[in-house]
């Protein structure tokens, strides 16, 4: 089977590159304490969401609560947070080993599914297209590397993982991740000075570096930092709050390969826009037609996790179970959004264990599915 093994960012608890992260308190009303004597945690009020019991959600309680009650007993191993959202409504937010609500936590290479929202916005406003060539938007760097393949290097290779570049995602002494973590260097130069194995829209391959660049793209085409026009774009509509990225050179560049922290509710909320087809609380964030690209197949079977098998589309994945499309954000460590169209459900989930952190996927499957009635 292709690639078992996690989705990788550049790890940033450990990366040496010139990074700032502070990861502020934030956020209003909380969850109260898990139960221990097997009761949901009682919803915060809040005025993001509106709230259902699983009940009124049309989902099987004892389901749920078992769903529940093995996280809490560490079955799914160090689980940070678990929300499920039906029909636009949080029917179940739940912290676990000391994660709450206020505290935003690192989204790995959901990043990168992050980062292709952002780069729809950029599409949308007019202000980049799929075509337009990767070195055009960088000539401060020139010369760059002589090389046909990397001029005709297009935003669409970067966001479907067909770039070209002669690179392993793996990490090992000497190995392209292992060194682009390493660097107390700018960022995009390393990159673009990078050589190609083979021509654009070739073959897939993971790899964050082309995310990295990609945000470099969309920060100089819409004259904003990435993280600013994210704010501006894409949070603000949402009401995120506290988001916080690692950045690093040239100029706060912000790490949009593996960079960002949220808050999970904050992960539900993009779930829910991608269910809604770009519509956040009856206001389209995102145009219809580029969420529907976002997620739509390009390469089929890259990965197989927890037993299914994954394509890739335009920064987002897509599996399937039991003839129900689920469309997917994913991150090392076990970071997770979970968008099942045909339920009408999203699962944001949020860990800080390599050995489990396919254990989203493995209880959407054996409890979020099938807790789901029949209407």
Same mark, same amino acid.
């Given at each position: 089977?292709?690639?078992?093994?996690?989705?990788?960012?550049?790890?940033?608890?450990?990366?040496?590159?010139?990074? %700032?992260?502070?990861?502020?308190?934030?956020?209003?009303?909380?969850?109260?304490?898990?139960?221990?004597?097997?009761?949901?945690?009682?919803?915060?009020?809040?005025?993001?969401?509106?709230?259902?019991?699983?009940?009124?959600?049309? /989902?099987?309680?004892?389901?749920?609560?078992?769903?529940?009650?093995?996280?809490?007993? !560490?079955?799914?191993?160090?689980? !940070? $947070?678990?929300?499920?959202?039906?029909?636009?409504?949080?029917?179940?937010?739940?912290?676990?080993?000391?994660? @709450?609500?206020?505290?935003?936590?690192?989204?790995?290479?959901?990043?990168? $599914?992050?980062?292709?929202?952002?780069?729809?916005?950029?599409?949308?406003?007019?202000?980049?297209?799929?075509?337009?060539?990767?070195?055009?938007?960088?000539?401060?760097?020139?010369?760059?590397?002589?090389?046909? *393949?990397?001029?005709?290097?297009?935003?669409?290779?970067?966001?479907?993982?067909? @770039? !070209?570049?002669?690179?392993?995602?793996?990490?090992?002494?000497?190995?392209?991740?292992?060194?682009?973590?390493?660097?107390?260097?700018?960022?995009?130069?390393?990159?673009?000075?990078?050589?190609? *194995?083979?021509?654009?829209?070739?073959?897939?391959?993971?790899? @964050?570096?082309?995310?990295?660049?990609?945000?470099?793209?969309?920060?100089?085409?819409?004259?904003?930092?990435?993280?600013?026009?994210?704010?501006?774009?894409?949070?603000?509509?949402?009401?995120? %709050?506290?988001?916080?990225?690692?950045?690093?050179?040239?100029?706060?560049?912000?790490?949009?390969?593996?960079?960002?922290? =949220?808050?999970?509710?904050?992960?539900?909320? /993009?779930?829910?826009?991608?269910?809604?087809?770009?519509?956040?609380?009856?206001?389209?964030?995102?145009?219809?037609?580029?969420?529907?690209? /976002?997620?739509?197949?390009?390469?089929?079977?890259?990965?197989?996790?927890?037993?299914?098998?994954?394509?890739?589309?335009?920064?987002?994945?897509?599996? $399937?179970?039991? !003839?129900?499309?689920?469309?997917?954000?994913?991150?090392?460590?076990?970071?997770?959004? =979970?968008?099942?169209?045909?339920?009408?459900?999203? /699962?944001?989930? %949020? $860990?800080?264990?390599? @050995? *489990?952190?396919?254990?989203?996927?493995?209880?959407?499957?054996?409890? =979020?599915?099938?807790?789901?009635?029949?209407?």
């Amino acid at each position: 089977m292709k690639g078992a093994g996690p989705v990788r960012a550049l790890i940033v608890a450990t990366t040496t590159a010139l990074v %700032t992260a502070i990861v502020p308190a934030c956020g209003s009303s909380s969850p109260t304490g898990p139960d221990a004597t097997g009761t949901l945690t009682p919803l915060a009020l809040t005025d993001d969401w509106s709230s259902a019991t699983p009940a009124e959600a049309g /989902l099987d309680v004892t389901r749920i609560m078992d769903l529940v009650q093995r996280a809490r007993s !560490g079955q799914y191993g160090r689980i !940070g $947070s678990l929300l499920v959202v039906r029909d636009e409504r949080l029917v179940v937010e739940e912290y676990f080993n000391g994660w @709450s609500a206020e505290r935003a936590h690192t989204l790995q290479s959901v990043t990168k $599914s992050v980062t292709a929202l952002l780069t729809a916005l950029a599409i949308q406003s007019g202000q980049l297209s799929l075509q337009d060539r990767v070195t055009r938007y960088f000539p401060q760097y020139e010369p760059i590397p002589e090389d046909a *393949r990397k001029e005709a290097l297009t935003v669409g290779d970067l966001l479907t993982m067909r @770039s !070209g570049l002669d690179w392993d995602e793996s990490i090992y002494p000497g190995s392209p991740l292992q060194r682009l973590n390493d660097c107390r260097c700018d960022w995009l130069r390393f990159l673009l000075d990078w050589p190609m *194995r083979e021509g654009p829209g070739s073959r897939w391959e993971y790899i @964050s570096g082309n995310t990295i660049l990609l945000g470099g793209v969309v920060g100089a085409a819409t004259g904003r930092r990435l993280d600013r026009f994210a704010a501006e774009a894409l949070f603000a509509p949402l009401r995120v %709050t506290g988001d916080t990225w690692v950045r690093g050179l040239p100029d706060g560049l912000p790490h949009a390969g593996g960079g960002l922290y =949220l808050r999970p509710r904050d992960m539900a909320k /993009l779930g829910a826009m991608v269910l809604d087809q770009g519509q956040w609380q009856g206001r389209t964030v995102i145009q219809p037609e580029l969420i529907n690209l /976002l997620t739509s197949r390009v390469t089929r079977g890259v990965r197989n996790w927890a037993g299914h098998s994954f394509d890739y589309g335009y920064g987002w994945w897509l599996t $399937s179970d039991g !003839g129900r499309d689920i469309i997917a954000a994913s991150g090392a460590m076990g970071q997770w959004i =979970l968008v099942v169209p045909s339920a009408r459900l999203v /699962l944001a989930a %949020t $860990s800080d264990d390599d @050995s *489990r952190w396919t254990a989203p996927v493995e209880f959407l499957s054996s409890h =979020l599915l099938p807790s789901v009635i029949a209407r």
